[in-house]
T-cell receptor, first 110, second 112 residues
Framework: EDQVTQSPEALRLQEGESSSLNCSYT??????LFWYRQDPGKGPEFLFT???AGEEKEKERLKATLTKKESFLHITAPKPEDSATYLC???????????FGSGTQLTVLP | EAQVTQNPRYLITVTGKKLTVTCSQN?????MSWYRQDPGLGLRQIYY???????DKGDVPEGYKVSRKEKRNFPLILESPSPNQTSLYFC???????????FGPGTRLTVL
């Protein structure tokens, strides 16, 4: 059975304090792993797609990495505007639908 | 501007009164999907559509109907809403299946 677990559930950082969010998954034949950002009361916004172990992608202060069992979202020198809930969603090879993790709620304090 | 629109944004209704939430996208996307989001349960897929006249159940389809008669529109129908359908609903679309989905602004539904 495909499973996805995100940790921690919530994370509070001081501005400039780097950290990482974790997404652990078990899926058969990973097609891709997606990261989304969601602000309160709004729809998720696409960030990255990772397709194979070892792949990395960057966008501003965010860098996503992928192994065969986990994905990490590294946040370097975060700012208050990075505060949001970050969702990951691994997709199995035959996927026609997406299953999201429960998310990590990040708060960056000024 | 490329976007997914949903209407209404907020709706309060009573048990059993049929309602429709509309979803429209202007990006000529083939794939469209409906999700509900509840505290502690995250985003769960209700129905999805790979193309016109092609729809399929997601993880939580009970109590919902959808139709895809036009490529741009994907309405969500609650024939007889119940309080357990109180939730925040999102419509999404993408060009290539589940890849890079664009989400609408959400519809907050309360069923009394």
């Amino acid at each position: 059975e495909d499973q996805v677990t995100q940790s921690p559930e919530a994370l509070r950082l001081q501005e400039g304090e780097s950290s990482s969010l974790n997404c652990s998954y078990t899926v058969s034949g990973l097609r891709g792993l997606f990261w989304y950002r969601q602000d309160p009361g709004k729809g998720p916004e696409f960030l990255f797609t990772l397709y194979s172990a070892g792949e990395e992608k960057e966008k501003e202060r965010l860098k996503a990495t992928l192994t065969k069992k986990e994905s990490f979202l590294h946040i370097t020198a975060p700012k208050p505007e990075d505060s949001a809930t970050y969702l990951c969603a691994p997709a199995p090879g035959s996927a026609r639908q997406l299953t999201f993790g429960s998310g990590t709620q990040l708060t960056v304090l000024p | 501007e490329a976007q997914v629109t949903q209407n209404p944004r907020y709706l309060i209704t009573v048990t059993g009164k049929k309602l429709t939430v509309t979803c429209s996208q202007n990006m000529n996307h083939e794939y469209m999907s409906w999700y509900r989001q509840d505290p502690g349960l995250g985003l769960r897929q209700i129905y999805y559509s790979m193309n016109v006249e092609v729809t399929d159940k997601g993880d939580v389809p009970e109590g919902y109907k959808v139709s895809r008669k036009e490529k741009r529109n994907f309405p969500l129908i609650l024939e007889s809403p119940s309080p357990n359908q109180t939730s925040l609903y999102f419509c999404a679309s993408s060009a290539g299946g589940i890849d890079e989905q664009f989400f609408g602004p959400g519809t907050r539904l309360t069923v009394l």
